[in-house]
């Protein structure tokens, strides 16, 4: 590490960089997520929620996720150079050397797999697995072809099943189904991050929008098509008998309230409706997930 820029590095300074490494953010929706995912299962189970499990799920997934996360800036330490959005994380500014960014990846690992285990084998098996896809497959792949998102959709998807997995301690149709939903879900929400980002994707060597031509009416059609079939997959736990009315109406409304975002993108093929996209799929799973759990019916 640069010395002189170690020693005018503050424990604030240093205490953010740890956050822009590990994306803490993101970290916390991944989170969010696989919560939703165990208060479903055990609302619908009729079972206490247990708090030891909730501690070591948040911690946990946490600590997995950040692992993944600092693992890919590792990956793409001097790609990251390349693009503005990324230019200012601690590998390429020299504000975390490269020995000090597998440590704490390394110990975000272990502990946050080991919490995992605490819960139940299959916990453990799937937080590790979502790490090795998305670091080993998905990062390296991006810049291959833009099946990458296909890809990396796998570990993305996996939180809420994990989430429900830790009360259920089985693979099955509910965590399945949870797993599925947002797993379509990620489709028309990165293409919406990779085309406001496409200049910078681009400048790294990523391209990830579904036309080969990028930005385009074809981009932006099978944006808002994945957007339309989303809105019959949300209601699957409707159509299962696994929640009530309130999913239908309100999963209704929100499904085409997302819908309407992504054809405005088609109408327009413009950056201010990608961004507005993207940021109502940053709203619209959590709001869909957490409907999920208050509108659940119970088991007979």
Not at 82 to 95: H, N, V
Not at 188 to 213: C, E, N, Q
Not at 258 to 285: H, I, P, V
Request: glycine share 8%; net charge positive.
């Amino acid at each position: 590490m640069n010395t002189t820029l170690e020693e005018k590095m503050t424990w604030r300074d240093k205490l953010k960089s740890y956050l822009v490494f590990t994306k803490f953010r993101l970290s916390a929706l991944v989170v969010i997520s696989a919560l939703s995912g165990y208060l479903f299962v055990v609302f619908r189970d009729g079972a206490p929620v247990n708090s030891s499990i909730v501690w070591l799920l948040m911690v946990g997934g946490s600590l997995v996720t950040a692992a993944s996360n600092g693992s890919n800036q590792i990956w793409e330490k001097e790609i990251d150079i390349l693009m503005k959005r990324t230019q200012g994380r601690p590998l390429p500014q020299g504000k975390m050397s490269m020995r000090e960014a597998y440590i704490v990846v390394t110990v975000c690992l272990l502990v946050g797999t080991y919490l995992l285990y605490r819960i139940n084998i299959l916990s453990a098996i799937l937080g590790f697995a979502a790490y090795i896809s998305y670091v080993f497959i998905y990062t390296p792949m991006k810049r291959i072809s833009p099946w990458a998102v296909f890809v990396g959709a796998f570990p993305g998807a996996i939180p809420p099943m994990l989430g429900a997995i830790a009360h259920t301690n089985a693979f099955g149709m509910e965590p399945g189904v949870l797993f599925f939903i947002q797993f379509v879900w990620q489709f028309p929400h990165f293409w919406a991050i990779a085309w406001v980002s496409f200049d910078d994707y681009k400048a790294g060597g990523f391209s990830l929008l579904p036309s080969k031509f990028g930005k385009s009416k074809n981009s932006a059609y099978q944006i808002t098509m994945y957007s339309l079939f989303l809105i019959p997959f949300t209601l699957l736990p409707w159509v299962l008998g696994w929640a009530g009315t309130t999913t239908l109406v309100l999963g209704t409304i929100l499904g085409a309230w997302f819908f309407w975002y992504s054809y405005r993108l088609l109408l327009s093929c413009e950056d201010k409706d990608a961004r507005k996209l993207m940021f109502a799929s940053f709203f619209y799973l959590p709001l869909v997930q957490f409907l999920y759990v208050f509108d659940y019916l119970p088991k007979k």
